[in-house]
């Protein structure tokens, strides 16, 4: 017969077992690691700690060969497989296939960031979250992509990028199809169908389905352009700005018309170029319904109803609705001034 004993801190009744149980309370750690050092409560937990140093997975999965350390996480691998979820958060019922993951979850309630960065004092949720912050203090990148050797900070950053390489694109848009390489770049999307614009410019309350665009945006407040070109040192507010502007020092034009073969250094202008083949005019005037093929062009002809004439000659005072009237007319004065002479 098993003798059942309590211990006085947790009346926790065990059998005889209850020397190893007790060491929880005690903190007693007799089994000690002979390459690290490390100490652990049992032999067992030992016995299971060394297989760190030996590589040593003796546990199977059964449907994809995948091997682990312990019993435990092998039984925690085959939810992948089976889909159980048994770890349940009591205030969204959201569910989690290890305790693990719902305690971390359970922080977005409470508000718990326990896990502090020294160096600059922010807070993370979770051990993993500061330990991929703190590459931003020491520069490690160890994640590399074996295709082309761009380093990340994440296994999960590694991962998109190489769907650059795979042309995969997993996330697809219920309401046109279009597909995506990222989740986020299909919620940026999906704005475009909801008229969505949650980035708002705290200067002149413009605003973005993003908040890179909106970022980009300030630039024009602040007057930043951080992207210069190193052939004629030119800057710009945005690197796609810089990388379109560098084509005109290679004379490269990616984008080519299909029907014509006309080519242009922007995917923007080979666009306005197709509408002379389509015939379409999609940017209309409220006040007089004339249509065009270009949003600069409607800008222009608003002009005649504004009255804006936001071109002025710096000679005579005289101003204009468009840059190149004001070019023509300079050319009166450049004449006059050869008269002169």
């Not at 990148?141 to 999960?156: L, Q, R």
């Not at 190489?162 to 704005?191: I, M, W």
């Not at 080979?270 to 015939?279: F, Y």
């Amino acid at each position: 017969m098993i003798q059942i004993k309590t211990t006085s801190d947790c009346d926790r009744n065990l059998p005889d077992g209850i020397v190893i149980h007790q060491k929880l309370h005690t903190g007693g750690k007799p089994y000690s690691c002979d390459q690290c050092g490390k100490t652990c409560t049992t032999s067992r937990g030992l016995k299971t700690h060394q297989r760190v140093h030996t590589g040593e997975k003796p546990y199977s999965c059964d449907q994809c060969g995948k091997t682990f350390t312990t019993s435990c996480g092998l039984k925690t691998h085959q939810r992948v497989h089976t889909g159980e979820k048994p770890y349940s958060c009591e205030q969204c019922e959201k569910t989690f296939a290890q305790s693990g993951h719902l305690k971390n979850h359970q922080r977005v309630h409470t508000g718990e960031k326990p896990h502090c960065c020294v160096q600059c004092g922010k807070m993370f949720t979770t051990s993993w979250g500061l330990k991929t912050h703190q590459h931003v203090h020491t520069g490690e990148k160890p994640h590399w992509c074996e295709h082309c050797g761009k380093t990340f900070n994440t296994a999960s950053e590694l991962k998109i990028h190489h769907r650059v390489h795979t042309g995969e694109k997993p996330y697809s848009c219920d309401q046109c199809g279009k597909t995506f390489a990222q989740s986020s770049q299909l919620k940026n999307h999906q704005r475009v169908h909801t008229g969505e614009k949650p980035h708002c410019c705290e200067h002149c309350g413009k605003t973005f389905t993003t908040s890179c665009s909106l970022k980009n945006h300030q630039r024009v407040h602040t007057g930043e352009k951080p992207y210069w070109c190193e052939q004629c040192g030119k800057t710009f507010t945005t690197s796609s700005e810089l990388k379109n502007h560098q084509r005109v020092h290679t004379g490269e034009k990616p984008y080519s018309c299909k029907q014509c073969g006309k080519t242009f250094t922007q995917s923007g202008h080979l666009k306005n170029h197709q509408r002379v083949h389509t015939g379409e005019k999609p940017y209309s005037c409220k006040q007089c319904g004339k249509t065009f093929t270009q949003s600069g062009n409607l800008k222009h002809h608003q002009r005649v109803h504004t009255g804006e004439k936001p071109y002025s000659c710096d000679q005579c005072e005289k101003a204009f609705i468009h840059y190149r009237y004001l070019k023509r007319h300079k050319s009166i004065h450049t004449a006059s001034l050869k008269k002169i002479k």
